[in-house]
Structure formats: C-alpha cells, structure tokens
C-alpha cells in the first residue's frame, strides 16, 4: 500500500492563507497539518515527520522591519526545546535537515520573502547566505491583481513539471525581485532556476505594469534550488484550486480544477515515486 504523504503548513506571527494552503495540499491527495510555530519551537511537532513543508502567505509581525524580516531572524535563532545536540536545537538546524534529506520546500508570497530572507532561496552554492531579496514595489503600493505567468521549461522545479503558463492572483506590496549583485542574476538565469515571470497574455516576459505588477528585476515572480525541490512564489497558487475562484468563471468555460492546483498536485505526485 502506498504512503500518504503528509504536509506541514505553518502558521502564527501574521501568517493568513494556512488553511487556503492545506485544502491545496489535500485537494492534491495529502494529508495536511497546520502546526503553529509555537509547537515547533515547543518540540511537541518534528519537521521529520512530514515530506512537504509550507510556508504560507500573509503578513510576518505586520511586515515592521520589512516583508518577513522578523519572521526570518526568529526562524535562523529560535531555540527549539527538548534537543541535546547543538545543531537540532536550533529551528534553522532543522530546517536544514529537512532540506538535506530532500525534501519539498515552498514558500508562498510571505513564504516566499521568508525563504530568501534566511538564505534558503537560491542558495546555488548550498551556502545558505542571503543574496537576493523581495522590497517595496515599484509603483509603492499594494498591488491586488491577477497575473499571467511564463514557465521556464528547463527549470528543475519539481512544481512546474509539464506547465508552460498560469494565471494566478497576486497580493503585495513588496514583491519586487532584486539580488545582491548582477552576476547573482545571471548564475539564477544561467540556471534555470527563475522558474516563473510575469507575462503578457501572450506569455512572454514582461517589465510593463500591470503585467509586471512590482518592477521585478528580469520579471521574476518565482525562483527554485538548483535541486528544484525549493521553491517560492509571489503568486498565490492556493488562491486559485476551484474554477469559481477565477475572476470570470461566470463568464469564460473553465476547467473544474484552478491551474494553482497543478502545483499541487506536482509536489505530491513527485513525493509519492520517492516514497
């Protein structure tokens, strides 16, 4: 009999899409568990128990120092209780471990800010040092739209796998791409891993606004690892599963299933060959 595969959803701090994430993840056939941090840190719920974390959206500790920079710094030095060994006391530790054992990773919109706040996302050299960052958009407000995206098909993001285009909604008003240096850019592109740009209804790349909704650098909406199995995204995937939750499902003939399912879908698919 095959193994279910569970996701872990993290909640508290501001976080506001949790529950939007785990009907994703079942809706995609696995179990799914919204944990507060709290437990995590509190020892009672072990990362090593699932196969799929989830970093949903929302607002970290109302985003004061930036979009989930506090939220970061509490992930890098928070102390997780009943441990012995140093590495495993500490909640980044974990998360490395997780990470290591090749498992999936995503972060969604503030997910998204976390994991490349603590050097998570891109890590190409599996250093773990931040070099890239999601600040204020360019227009300098908070932008609540609908956006066409074009996929990388070279990319090695398990998520993506056989999808060349969605239409997803975005929510943020710091959710403009930039990396430390150019060269940083370029490795991203050289690549593959900026998976998914904003695009033209006819998916091609795009720095126009609306398409371009936050004047990302080379229209990034979303990058992965070099392994694929770490991604994040500022489009909301889990706000579109259902065809009602498009914004002319009254009007257009849509498939029962919203493309943000696929990604899914994908994840769980790619974790069941593993197990």
């Given amino acids: 009999m095959a193994k279910t595969?569970?996701?872990?959803?993290?909640?508290g701090?501001?976080?506001?899409?949790?529950?939007?994430?785990?009907?994703?993840?079942?809706?995609?056939?696995?179990?799914?568990?919204?944990?507060?941090?709290?437990?995590?840190?509190?020892g009672r719920v072990d990362l090593n128990d699932y196969h799929f974390l989830n970093l949903?959206?929302?607002?970290?500790?109302?985003?004061?120092?930036?979009?989930?920079?506090?939220?970061?710094?509490?992930?890098?030095h928070a102390q997780v209780a009943g441990h012995a060994d140093e590495q495993a006391q500490s909640l980044a530790g974990q998360l490395k471990e997780f990470?290591?054992?090749?498992?999936?990773?995503?972060?969604?919109?503030?997910?998204?800010?976390?994991l490349v706040k603590m050097g998570l996302?891109?890590?190409i050299d599996g250093d773990f040092q931040q070099s890239c960052t999601l600040t204020n958009n360019d227009g300098g407000r908070f932008e609540n739209r609908?956006?066409?995206?074009?996929?990388?098909?070279?990319?090695?993001?398990?998520?993506?796998?056989?999808?060349?285009g969605l239409y997803l909604p975005i929510r943020h008003g710091e959710g403009k791409f930039v990396t430390d240096k150019p060269e940083t850019l370029q490795q991203l592109e050289d690549l593959?891993?900026?998976?998914?740009?904003?695009?033209?209804?006819?998916?091609?790349?795009?720095?126009d606004f609306p398409d371009n909704p936050n004047g990302s650098h080379a229209s990034i909406a979303g990058i992965c690892d070099p392994t694929g199995r770490l991604f994040g995204l500022m489009?909301?995937?889990?706000?579109?599963?259902?065809?009602?939750?498009?914004?002319?499902?009254?009007?257009?003939t849509l498939p029962e299933e919203g493309m943000g399912l696929l990604l899914y879908r994908n994840a769980v698919n790619f974790i069941e060959k593993e197990l």
């Fill in 146 to 164: 609908w956006s066409w995206l074009q996929i990388d098909p070279d990319s090695p993001c398990v998520y993506t796998r056989g999808l060349n």
């Fill in 56 to 76: 949903a959206g929302g607002f970290l500790d109302g985003d004061d120092l930036g979009s989930a920079k506090a939220g970061a710094n509490r992930l890098l």
């Fill in 5 to 11: 595969v569970k996701a872990i959803v993290i909640s």
């Fill in 13 to 42: 701090h501001g976080t506001n899409c949790e529950r939007e994430v785990a009907h994703a993840c079942r809706l995609a056939g696995a179990d799914a568990d919204i944990v507060h941090i709290a437990e995590l840190l509190a």
């Fill in 121 to 123: 996302l891109p890590a």
């Fill in 192 to 207: 593959h891993l900026t998976v998914m740009k904003y695009a033209d209804c006819d998916l091609h790349p795009t720095m």
């Fill in 99 to 114: 990470i290591a054992a090749g498992k999936l990773v995503m972060g969604v919109c503030n997910g998204f800010q976390l």
């Fill in 235 to 252: 489009p909301h995937p889990e706000a579109y599963v259902h065809r009602t939750h498009h914004p002319r499902w009254t009007r257009e």
